[in-house]
Nanobody, 124 residues
Framework: QVQLVESGGGLVQAGGSLRLSCAAS????????MGWFRQAPGKGREFVAA??????????YYADSVKGRFTISRDDANNTVYLQMNSLTPEDTAVYYC???????????????WGRGALVTVSS
């Protein structure tokens, strides 16, 4: 069983930055792809970013809406994945969820494990 716990959410002004962390339990972390999804108020879940696990560890992919502003990274030694978010806008306001699976699909289907979410609020 893998448990995911997000941290680092909060309130930030437009143009600011935040870094989300997702700590994972379990020894299989390095073999899993890790990703971030978000859900804004009144909207559906949206793919944000993902980073592959072994043997493709380090390869990343992003939603077009965050490309160039957000960076996903992982620290397998500490079972943690990060999402660095820069140049935030009010449209980035959402609950951000950490996800783990053998492969992260942009649809969010087939995710093995989900975190409980971290709220990010960007004020204008």
């Amino acid at each position: 069983q893998v448990q995911l716990v997000e941290s680092g959410g909060g309130l930030v002004q437009a143009g600011g930055s935040l870094r989300l962390s997702c700590a994972a339990s379990g020894r299989i972390f390095s073999s899993f792809a890790m990703g971030w999804f978000r859900q804004a108020p009144g909207k559906g879940r949206e793919f944000v970013a993902a980073i592959n696990g072994d043997p493709w560890s380090g390869s990343t992919y992003y939603a077009d809406s965050v490309k160039g502003r957000f960076t996903i990274s992982r620290d397998d030694a500490n079972n943690t994945v990060y999402l660095q978010m820069n140049s935030l806008t009010p449209e980035d306001t959402a609950v951000y969820y950490c996800a783990a699976a053998r492969t992260i699909s942009r649809s969010g289907n087939g995710i093995d494990y989900w975190g409980r979410g971290a709220l990010v609020t960007v004020s204008s």
